[in-house]
């Protein structure tokens, strides 16, 4: 079966993973969807994000990544460009091993 996969890029500070997460599961209810914490990352303004021993609190890299079919992901993408920049939402096509 074809899908397409998605990934979106934040940061905590963002706090926009709740909602988002409410959005996929409720409103758009794709078939799977992941979240990954990454201990180290950089975005286009070359500012990094990194997880030190003595931190209290974090602004640490996300990654949302989640699929279904094209017709579904179509939609979602286009109204997830509404809230989140174009360029934090990267999409492939890819297939499921039935």
């Excluded at 988002?20 to 990352?41: C, D, H, M, N, W």
């Excluded at 640490?60 to 989140?84: A, C, N, R, S, Y």
Aim: hydrophobic residues 40%; contains cysteine.
């Amino acid at each position: 079966m074809d899908v397409i996969m998605c990934r979106i890029y934040m940061t905590e500070s963002e706090h926009k993973l709740r909602e988002l997460l409410k959005y996929l599961k409720s409103q758009a209810q794709v078939r799977g969807v992941t979240v990954f914490r990454g201990i180290e990352g950089f975005g286009q303004s070359g500012e990094m994000h990194n997880v030190k021993f003595m931190d209290l609190s974090s602004d640490l890299p996300l990654v949302v990544e989640f699929f279904d079919i094209p017709e579904t992901m179509k939609k979602v993408i286009g109204e997830l460009q509404e809230t989140i920049e174009a360029e934090h939402i990267v999409y492939w096509s890819a297939t499921i091993n039935e």
